[in-house]
Every structure is written in C-alpha cells, then in structure tokens.
C-alpha cells in the first residue's frame, strides 16, 4: 500500500534559521506530490504541488521543494524561517488509480522561538 | 465567499447519540472527501465521492454514512457515537478524481463526552 513517511515530528529553530522538512513516499507508479501546511486552529492550506517538469517547485511564502525521483523524497525547504511559519506541515501524494486519493503523511510540528 | 463550508464547526455530544456533519462547496468540483484528523494530527481519508458515487470508502466503520445529494454536497452521519470518534472532520474537494490539489473546509471539531 502507498505510504508517505516524515521523520521529524517536531523540528524548533530560531527566526532566520533555514528550514528542511523530510518526505519520503512508497509507490512506484507516477505521483503528484503536495506540502500543506495547518496554521493553528486552521485549516489545511496548500503551499505547493509538483505535477512534472522542473523537480525544484517553489511555492508560496518563500517555500521550496525538490522531488527525487530515485530516493522518492519530495523534502521541503526555506532559506530563513520566520515566527508566523510555526504551523504544522503535511507532505502528501496522489497515486494514479481509478479512484485516487490523496494521501497524508503524519506531519511535522514547526515551532519557531522569536 | 467560503469555497468550502462546513457546519457545524463544533459539536458536542454525548456517547451513543447519533450526529451528522455538512458540507458544501462552491468550486465546481465533481470530487468530494471526508478526512479525520486525530488529536495527533494523523489525517486519514475516510470516503470520497465524484459525482454522487462512492469511489473511497477506506475501512471506516458502518456507523459513519456518507451521503451526496449533489456533487456540491457531501454529508457524514455518525451512529452511535463513541469517545474515539472525537476528532476534527475535515471536508474537502478537488477539481477531478485523479489530479489536482485538495481544497479544504475549515473542519468541525466533534468532541464526544
């Protein structure tokens, strides 16, 4: 079955410090793959998808994100942290199948001391 | 305008009442889902429908029934409610059944006492 692995459960850094949060995902067959992130008290709101082209994705807020094809990683990334990116962010892929699905990893808490 | 709405935001209730969750949205989209998320923030799918058919329905037990009206519209009644069906419900939609990113609604927090 298709899986979605991040490793870091709780990552704290300091405003200005540089941010990579890992994503690992199980399936073989082609994948759209998604970073979402969940402001507390929030809804989930996309900060970027790949789909094909260009591995290197950027999104919004100054994030970024690579997919590996041949390590199956999709890592998120940002260069300087800021207090209002404390929020929880979830990696995600969708599987082509007749009935796809997106699937969540189990995310990453992301505090940010001031 | 809210492009996916659910009501109610909060709902309390006591163990083995019987509860329902709606959802609207406002996209044009033909795929709907219900997600639980758990006090560890875990979301798992639960059921999707495209175009008023099932097409997900992931092991989830028989007291939770989906039902869509429309393709607007995707509601979850919960039977017999237990404690371990306190979570956050969160509903969403995306634009086709095998591609495209999820839209979310602002999610209904269940509590059951």
């Known amino acids: 079955a298709q899986s979605v692995s991040q490793h870091n459960h709780h990552v704290i850094l300091s405003e200005a410090a540089s941010l990579e949060l890992g994503c690992n995902y199980s399936?073989?067959?082609?994948?759209?793959l998604f970073w979402y992130v969940q402001y507390p008290g929030q809804h989930l709101q996309l900060l970027l998808k790949y789909f094909s082209g260009d591995p290197l994705v950027k999104g919004i807020k100054g994030f970024e994100a690579e997919f590996i094809k041949s390590k199956f990683s999709f890592n998120l990334r940002k260069p300087s942290v800021q207090w209002s990116d404390t929020a929880e962010y979830f990696c995600a892929v969708n599987t082509y199948s007749s009935a796809s699905k997106i699937i969540f990893g189990s995310g990453t808490r992301l505090s940010i001391r001031p | 305008d809210t492009a996916v709405s659910q009501t109610p935001k909060y709902l309390v209730t006591q163990m083995g009442n019987d509860k329902s969750i709606k959802c609207e949205q406002n996209?044009?989209?033909?795929?709907m889902y219900w997600y639980k998320q758990d006090s560890k923030k875990f979301l798992k799918i639960m059921f999707s429908y495209n175009n008023k058919e099932l097409i997900i329905n992931e092991t989830v037990p028989n007291r939770f029934s989906p039902k869509s009206p429309d393709k607007a519209h995707l509601n979850l009644h919960i039977n017999s409610l237990e404690l371990g069906d306190s979570a956050v419900y969160f509903c969403a939609s995306r634009h086709d059944r095998a591609t495209g990113e999820l839209f979310f609604g602002e999610g209904s927090r269940l509590t059951v006492l």
């Open positions: 996209l044009g989209h033909d795929t």
């Open positions: 399936y073989g067959g082609t994948v759209n």
